[in-house]
């Protein structure tokens, strides 16, 4: 996302991608007396029935076994081979956490513990994108919010050099000129926009605080504090909707930007990670992947990818001497759909080609 933080963002990305996958149990095998019968993580598709097979060999007063904190059931002096089958059906998808806890005579409590994906049982459609129209963008812009609000555009700008670059601003499609603008401090990283009611919310990357100004004049009215990284913004009509560089995507109360819900964004083959600028179009969340030329179309229901859109031409068109691709704006007005990219020269209006995979 910023340059200049890149290979730690990726070394902490592969981190905590290796980390699930060598999750150990809690104590050694010959301490504990029960284990479960797989040494890696398991993934399965939503709605497949998955086995759970453990093994008790010792004395266990209790054994309980928890998926995703939630406990699904427990056994009183098991023994022997044991299989559990989970509907997961009854989830979304994403990681969770499973886990036997098991308690002694003595009081002695021991756990092994795994990690289970469950995958999207569609696979995504491949999209394309033609340009449409062509017109000018400012190569100063870090864009990392875009959004059409009653037909007038407003983006929200980054700050790689911490320069205090960062701004709110109406800009004139036509020209790409500012109409009006409000700045950051340089000790503010400015990330995603979103226009709800007469308030543009405006998330930062580092600072933990949504930023709340008026639409009208671009006034400061308010703010939140969050934990966390922002990166993208958007709202379907009642709540905002908040990306952090993961796979995850939060739902907030504008009100009080309390977290309502969270996703999980995964295909049939995994999570889809670095999801940053987003929009919300008829009903879906377009979400900008990170360092990819490509957006993913995500059912905010379920997490579940629809779509993977391919921006490559759009990219060799627009890109010049800016950076990745970023920035998507719906106009409801008009229905049409733009596109644009930190400093790049060129914004796009652009159509979505829909095909199956």
Known sequence: MKKVFIYVLVAGLIGAFIYPYVFSPSVSVEEQAFKFNFNENLAIKFGQELAIPFEVTGEVNELDLIFGGEKLQSWKSPSGIITYRLNTSKFQVGAYAIELIGKRNDGTQYSDQRLVRILSDIVPEQWSISIVSTFPHLETSFTQGLEFNNGKLYEGTGDPNQAGESIVAEVDLKTGAIVQKIGLDATHFGEGITILGD????????????????????????????????????????????????????????????????????????????????????GLIYANIWTSNNVAVVDPATGKVIAIIDATELVREGKGNGEVLNGIAYNPTNKKLYMTGKFWPKLFEVKVNKKAA
């Open 199 to 282: 308030e543009i919310f405006e998330i930062t990357w580092k600072n933990q605080q949504c930023l709340v100004y008026n639409k009208k004049d671009l006034k400061s009215i308010k703010e939140f504090a969050y934990t966390g990284e922002g990166w993208g913004l958007c709202n379907d009509g009642k709540n905002l909707i908040m990306s952090d560089g993961s796979e995850r995507i939060y739902f907030r109360d504008p009100k009080s930007f309390d977290v309502i819900r969270t996703i999980e964004v995964y295909t049939d083959q995994g999570p889809i990670a670095r999801l940053n600028e987003l929009e919300f179009v008829d």
